[in-house]
């Protein structure tokens, strides 16, 4: 059974363009989590999907990111006109129920901004 | 907002020392979680904690959840350069409210 995959695993951009971060959740789970880690600090809650909806996007700053969760497909986490303050790890985790329980995380994706 | 913090932040030990993190919360947790984080990896799942008092063992791991449900710890016995990693606790809600992390580094 594959865990969480994550694409890419590595992502350089220059300041004003946008990234495009990839997650598939574990099979059979269908609510989905995005972290931010900043070099060296913790992980900071970011939004929670379910497929097709936003749950709680509570941690989003507001402008410039977006995240989906289509019907088919993987969770995208979308980040317009980068700066370098968005150069951080990009965890997703996915849970099977979304209450209390274990969640698995991916691998992550490293972005770069330049 | 809600804060969960660790204790200490940093820790250096040798190989066979006994290791411990301390994970505060200003509100009562329903359940807490402990996840470790290996140097360049992602976090893993590796207990919760439901019961008030609650004490649960994994080999050389102890979590411990506290009477009032504000606290928690993680001790480990006789250390290992594989314990090398961060230690955070984290509070499940509908989503993971991350402790501050506990950076543990053991020399052999």
């Known amino acids: 059974n594959a865990g969480v995959m994550q694409n890419p695993r590595h992502l350089v951009r220059r300041r004003g363009q946008e990234a495009r971060l990839r997650c598939s959740p574990m099979?059979?789970?269908?609510?989905v989590y995005w972290y931010r880690q900043l070099p060296e600090e913790g992980l900071k809650f970011m939004v929670y999907?379910?497929?097709?909806?936003?749950?709680?996007e509570s941690g989003m700053p507001k402008e410039r990111f977006s995240a989906e969760f289509p019907k088919e497909g993987p969770s995208i986490l979308r980040i317009q006109q980068v700066v370098r303050g968005d150069s951080a790890a990009y965890f997703c985790?996915?849970?099977?129920?979304?209450?209390?329980?274990?969640?698995?995380f991916g691998p992550g994706t490293r972005l770069t901004v330049t | 907002g809600q804060q969960v913090m660790q204790i200490p932040q940093y820790q250096h030990v040798q190989e066979g020392e006994d290791f411990t993190t301390y994970c505060n919360s200003s509100?009562?947790?329903?359940?807490i979680q402990w996840y470790k984080q290996r140097p360049g990896g992602h976090p893993v799942f590796l207990i919760q904690?439901?019961?008030?008092?609650e004490v649960k063992k994994q080999k050389r791991l102890t979590f411990q959840f506290g009477e009032a449900k504000k606290n928690s710890s993680l001790h480990i016995t006789a250390t290992q350069t594989t314990d090398v990693g961060t230690y955070f606790c984290?509070?499940?809600?509908?989503?993971?409210?991350f402790g501050t992390g506990t950076r543990l580094q053991v020399f052999p």
């Open positions: 985790a996915s849970s099977p129920t979304g209450q209390d329980v274990e969640q698995y």
């Open positions: 099979k059979g789970h269908s609510h």
């Open positions: 999907l379910q497929k097709e909806n936003i749950i709680d």
């Open positions: 509100t009562t947790l329903s359940n």
């Open positions: 904690l439901v019961k008030s008092g």
């Open positions: 984290a509070e499940p809600t509908d989503k993971l409210i």
